[in-house]
């Protein structure tokens, strides 16, 4: 008979270890809070428009092609490899700098600002790709079972990058390079975790190694939400049966098990298994009321930063303005160190902008443009008011028009913002926390909420809270170590 297995949430997390456990013969069955799938993965479709939610381009696609091998599926979804990955823009400067792969085509960018660049970025290459190399399988790709277990796990790695644990991403590229343009380019990949290459460490460095050497980044033909569609219509020929609108918010437990789960329309759903992709802290906190997570705890645990996220949509082409583009002030260092304060002027933002038809022409119509803009700002721990939210976002119309040379207010026909609140209150991010729980010293690898519950032996987590950390890559390698979590726990049963 089969092992009937209930998934809380449809992100990138529970998606892909539905697909793994349905190959593996067991009966799954998803619960989604919201009216589609996805998580953040999300989309938007607005007066004529269509808006990717959250990532735009992703990283280690290998995870991706392991995922479909594994499943006995080909994806389906098209990518498209990125190359340049990125233009960047720093205010006052007309240049945007193509963010090329290849150290020699790059170092033509930087002539100017950086002496011999082609070889201090291979050296610094070549460090990170050591760093990844030796963590990689190690520690991120594994379970832990214990924290001996973790702290045996850190022993087996090279000791060679344990200065790299006591200085952060920001040292560790200025010790690279001279230039405030090349370290601050090269620290944006910090950014995708949430927080800030001040408070980032330096080990996160192997980003840089995914980012130029490892795999580079890559587009979705459609936009991003084509892996969650992808996915999906994979499932339902599976016969995966996918219930939205479905709020967990009470269970009912049985002699050290999860019996069922309580939605807030009262419905119970009941499992032999069941497999969390809501936010593993949060979780604990709200549904199962563990002392541990409550909401006093989780205020004192290391959260990564909210965001502004702006969906344009414009009676207007934009042939000049790259796909992916990142626009930099000329206060980087105070702007990052004060993100996670109440201190911060929100006027003068950074922000990326992300020209979604440029590529995907599909998603307006003829002659419109739709933009997706992300500016990273305090979590609602540190800031609690958004009523200032328009004037924030005029001011990054007016920024972004500057810097492009066209003023883009008059042919604006479709606007909508998420502020830290909304995304709270959409996907249960704890005060608005972007990416979930950070990853610092004491929130990283084994010392992440664990995979697999405290109490209830046939409860285990997936997704950015818990093991390996946030991005959709990770979100992929935790659906794999879930399902190991699983497989163990149903030989034990049998």
């Known amino acids: ?49 269509t808006y990717d939610t959250g990532p735009s381009f992703f990283s280690m696609s290998c995870e991706f092609q392991e995922l479909a091998r594994d499943c006995g599926i080909k994806l389906p979804f098209d990518i498209v490899e990125l190359d340049p990955l990125y233009a960047v823009n720093f205010s006052g400067n007309p240049k945007f700098f193509q963010i090329y792969k290849d150290p020699k085509q ?19 290459l070549k460090k990170a790709s050591r760093v990844f190399n030796d963590t990689v399988d190690i520690v991120i790709k594994r379970n832990f079972d214990s924290i001996l277990d973790y702290i045996l796990a850190l022993m087996k790695v090279n000791p060679v990058h344990l200065p790299l ?121 709200k549904v199962f009321k563990r002392k541990k997570y409550s909401e006093e705890n989780l205020a004192k645990m290391a959260w990564t930063m909210g965001y502004l996220t702006l969906y344009l ?12 583009n990142y626009f930099l002030g000329s206060n980087y260092e105070e702007y990052s160190k004060n993100i996670l304060t109440s201190d911060l002027q929100l006027e003068k933002p950074y922000y ?7 590529s995907n022409p599909e998603c307006a119509p003829e002659g419109c443009e739709a933009l997706f803009f992300v500016c990273p700002v305090p979590n609602l721990l540190f800031k609690q008011d958004w009523s200032d939210k328009d004037k924030i976002v005029d ?41 979930g729980l950070a990853h610092n010293f004491r929130q990283i690898g084994g010392l992440r909420p664990k995979n697999f519950d405290e109490e209830f032996s046939n409860v285990f987590y997936v997704g950015a809270s818990t093991v390996p950390g946030a991005g959709l890559p990770m979100g992929i390698i935790s659906s794999k170590l879930v399902t190991e979590r699983v497989e163990r726990y149903s030989k034990q049963t049998i």
């Not at 033909?221 to 996918?242: A, D, P």
């Not at 050290?256 to 809501?278: H, M």
């Not at 972004?400 to 066209?406: A, D, L, P, Q």
């Open 395 to 435: 001011s990054i119309i007016k920024d972004f028009s500057k810097r492009i040379g066209k003023d883009i207010e008059p042919d604006i026909i479709s606007k909508t913002v998420f502020t830290p609140i909304d995304w709270q209150n959409k996907f249960n991010l704890f005060k608005g926390s972007g990416l």
């Open 313 to 324: 949509g414009l009676k207007t082409k934009l042939p000049n303005v790259h796909h992916h």
């Open 1 to 49: 008979m089969k092992q009937k297995v209930i998934i809380i949430g449809s992100g990138i997390g529970g998606l892909s270890t539905a697909l793994r456990l349905s190959q593996r013969g067991y009966e799954v069955e998803i619960l989604e809070k919201n009216a589609q799938a996805g998580g953040r993965l999300n989309q938007i479709k607005m007066d004529g428009f």
């Open 165 to 285: 644990l006591f200085r952060n991403f920001w040292q560790e590229v200025s010790l690279n390079f001279s230039s405030k343009e090349v370290r601050q380019i090269l620290s944006l990949v910090a950014f995708f975790l949430g927080r800030t290459p001040f408070d980032t460490m330096a080990v996160y460095t192997l980003l840089s190694y995914t980012e130029f050497q490892h795999d580079g980044y890559y587009n979705v033909k459609g936009g991003m939400y084509k892996i969650v569609e992808g996915f999906v219509s994979e499932l339902i020929n599976r016969g995966v049966k996918i219930n939205y609108n479905v709020e967990i918010v009470d269970f009912l437990p049985n002699n050290g098990k999860l019996q069922s789960v309580v939605d807030k329309d009262n419905r119970v759903w009941n499992g032999d298994i069941f497999v969390v992709n809501a936010d593993a802290a949060v979780f604990r906190s």
């Open 352 to 358: 990326y902008v992300n020209v979604i038809s440029r």
């Open 106 to 124: 790059l170092a033509q960018e930087f002539e100017k600002f950086e002496p011999d660049f082609e070889q201090k970025m291979r050296n610094y």
